[in-house]
């Protein structure tokens, strides 16, 4: 039996004729349905979840007949928390109710307020709604398309893996048991393509790209990102780029799109995932130009499309191990398991890991209940959990956010007195307001085991003021603390400051200076090598900050290119 549509609910007294006739559209692949009253949606609502029916979006006008929107909709989103929503406003009260509902947007009581159409093909209109739609549809709804079959017999630290990073790269796929039909046809393909005992999980490759090499029993990440992506040995071994780009975060994206676009022949090598750290990010709010927010995976692909469409290439899955410095101008080399990459200039955006939080025993339960990140495909494993949080930073805010979407509650661990040092404002207002999420300050980890299961079970908390502990149930644990610099492969030739982080600019010691003068601001001690993003020592780490010191690193190249005599690739 086929699962039923996600619904779309339309609210309103006054206008559900109007609201009706512009979702007649979304009827092919939504079960769309209307209410004249708060509590006539409400019982829709309580239906729907009792069936298992999902529901995807509700859009209602700013004014009920028998109750506020604002208490409307914080009863909606207790029985349908995934669901986006929008307050779709008539033209004529559009200046007034906009600005008495500005301040609850921005804490997150809905997604977002919208002009009710005034006619037919208000594209404006639905660009939102599509916009809306396709968030949850990436980050709630199970796919409907298999393009990539994972077969395993249950939840493992591997398949989780797995399942992750096909959502960070945005690839549709769904997990299926060995005796499904789905499993049985990829058992019976790994008989004949490979033989032998399968191990789990298996991944099936169903589309005609991966016709050679359909079915593999991946060991690890990296092996299936090789797969799908290629590897650095297969740049032209003679060829020599103008720029290699270590790390696909926004630094290393901006870069990628700048330099390939200006001519520059580009490759950039991503260790993991396309979007590095700011991938995870279930929603990136302040980011200039998505006034509706943006995931950290589409933002991540739509720069990775940005790039490729100006010729840069991309090679996922193969962690840089060594940098050999050219000399007098001669190539640098970026030396990978895969192959070697040679390069005029190179741009370390490598940058950083989330520090590891020491205690062996969480350690050990790491894919069982304890992710270093985000892990967006975790969060959905979520549901009616006590889930905790440790960091204070955005990534930690948004993590927050989008796990209280699932989990029963979410509790936010910080060794500071509060959030407010460490944490934008809008996400501190919004953490606020959500009755799910609480803040624990002055709190650390020092213990945790598993239940009979071999999940995370609980959590032993120490105050960091009075070293009183205490042991509670927790059924997720999502690690979001400090900085690691991600470069260690760089050798003893790019000077480094005392925790890891490459040093460019005046920052350098005067030694390395050349006739007195520093190196350029994002330029290293070693010429031709740059560095841009948080793997930068004093960068502000941010994702918008990032872009734009991996979009300016591109004028320093063409200034170093041209200092070479070499020109640029065209």
Known sequence: MNAPAPVILLVSADEIATLTDQFRRYEHDYDVRTATSAAAATAILKQARTVGQPVAMIVTDSQLPDENVLLAMHDWRTLVPTARRIVAIPISRFAEETAALRPYLAKGKFDTYLVLPQGRRDEEFHYAVVELLSDWGATVAASVIDTVRIITPGATPLSLAVRDFLDRIGFPHRTYAPDSPQGEEALALHAERVGGAASYPLVHLTSKPFADRPIIAPTSVRELSALMYGRPSDVDVDTVVDLAVVGAGPAGLAAAVYGASEGLSTVVLESEVIGGQAGTSSMIRNYLG???????????????????????RFFTGWPVVELRPGTGGAPHVLVTDG???????????????????????????????????????????????????????????????HLARFARSVTILIRREDLAATMSTYLIDEISWNPRITVRPCTEIVDGGADEGGQLGWLQLCDVRTREEERVL???????????????????????????????????????????LPPENLATCVPGIFAAGDIRSGSMKRVAAASGEGASAVSLVHGYLEGLRVPAAT
């Open 290 to 312: 998505f006034p509706r927010g943006i995931s950290g995976m589409r933002l991540g692909q739509r720069a990775r499309t940005q790039a490729i469409r100006f010729g840069a």
């Open 474 to 516: 927790a059924g997720g644990l999502f690690l979001l603390i400090g900085a690691a610099p991600h470069c260690d492969w760089l050798g003893e030739d790019v000077l480094r400051d005392e925790h890891g982080f490459v040093l460019t600019g005046r920052d350098v010691p005067t030694e390395c200076w050349i006739d007195g």
């Open 339 to 401: 192959g070697e990459v040679h390069a005029r200039s190179v741009l370390v955006a490598s940058g950083v890991a989330y520090r590891r939080l020491g205690v062996q025993a969480l350690e050990d339960l790491v894919g069982a209940g304890v992710n270093y990140g985000a892990a967006m495909t975790a969060a959905r494993e979520m549901e009616d959990r006590d889930v905790y949080v440790v960091g204070g930073g955005n990534s930690a805010g948004q993590a927050a956010v």
